[in-house]
C-alpha cells in the first residue's frame, strides 16, 4: 500500500476538541483531545472494504486479532457484508478469532497463538484477511505471519486501522491502512489502557491524568 492511499494523521492538524464532539462524562478529563472522530473512522472503513472486496478472489476467512481489534473487525466485515465485486458477486466470509501474545528469548522471536495446531492447519489452501486495531513495532505481525505461512494458507493480506509513525518500526507495513498516526499513546474504539477506554468511540490522545488515574 502507498502511502498515499491512507490518512496521515498528525496532532498539529488532527487536534480536535472535547467540546465538539460527546464525550462520556466518566472519561472527560482523561483524554486530551480528539484525534480521529467516530464518523470519520466508520467513513474510512467503508472505503477500506470497498477495496478488500475489489481485490478479493474468492471467499475469505476473516482473522480477528484479539482484543482490540474486535470492534474494526465487526464494522469492517458489516461493511464487507454489504458490497459486491465487479461481477456482481458478493464475498462468502467466515469468521475467526485469534489471541496473539509476542514473546522473545535468547536464541529467537515468535508469538503464542491462542488456536491449536489442528485449527491453525484449516488454513490451508485458504485465502485469511487479518484484521487489527494498530500496527506498532511490527514485530508481532511479522513473527504471525512467518507462523501463518507455514500453514500454507492460498493467500493472507492484512488490514490495520492504524499504523503507528514510530522510529521502533521494523518498517512493516500492511496491505490495508485506514490511518498513520503520530507516535502517541492513543485510546478508544477499543484500543485500551489496561483495559480501560474500550468504551469510548472516538479515537484520543490519553491525559497524563488519565494514564495516572488507570495506571496498575
Not at 496521515?8 to 483524554?31: A, Q
Request: hydrophobic fraction near 35%.
Amino acid at each position: 500500500m502507498d502511502p498515499s492511499d491512507w490518512i496521515d494523521v498528525t496532532t498539529e492538524k488532527n487536534h480536535y476538541s472535547l467540546n465538539h464532539f460527546v464525550i462520556p462524562s466518566h472519561y472527560e478529563r482523561d483524554v486530551s483531545s480528539i484525534l480521529i472522530p467516530h464518523g470519520v473512522i466508520m467513513d474510512r472503513i467503508q472505503k477500506l472494504a470497498r477495496l478488500i472486496v475489489d481485490d478479493s478472489q474468492g471467499p475469505l476467512v476473516v482473522c480477528c486479532i484479539l482484543k482490540g481489534g474486535h470492534q474494526y473487525f465487526a464494522d469492517l466485515v458489516n461493511e464487507i457484508k454489504k458490497l459486491r465485486r465487479n461481477n456482481g458477486s458478493s464475498v462468502p466470509l467466515s469468521l475467526e478469532f485469534i489471541r496473539v501474545k509476542s514473546y522473545t528469548n535468547d536464541t529467537s522471536g515468535g508469538v503464542n497463538i491462542s488456536l491449536t495446531d489442528e485449527q491453525l492447519k484449516e488454513f490451508e489452501g485458504k485465502n485469511l484477511l487479518i484484521v487489527e486495531d494498530i500496527i506498532d513495532t511490527g514485530a508481532t505481525m511479522v513473527h504471525l505471519l512467518n507462523r501463518l505461512e507455514t500453514y500454507n494458507p492460498k493467500s493472507v493480506k492484512v488490514t490495520s486501522l492504524l499504523l503507528k509513525k514510530t522510529p521502533k518500526s521494523n518498517g512493516y507495513i500492511p496491505h490495508y491502512v485506514g490511518f498513520a498516526i503520530p507516535d502517541a499513546f492513543v485510546v478508544g474504539y477499543a484500543l485500551d489502557y489496561n483495559e480501560y477506554f474500550r468504551d469510548l468511540d472516538h479515537i484520543c490522545v490519553i491525559s497524563d491524568e488519565g494514564k495516572a488515574k488507570y495506571a496498575v
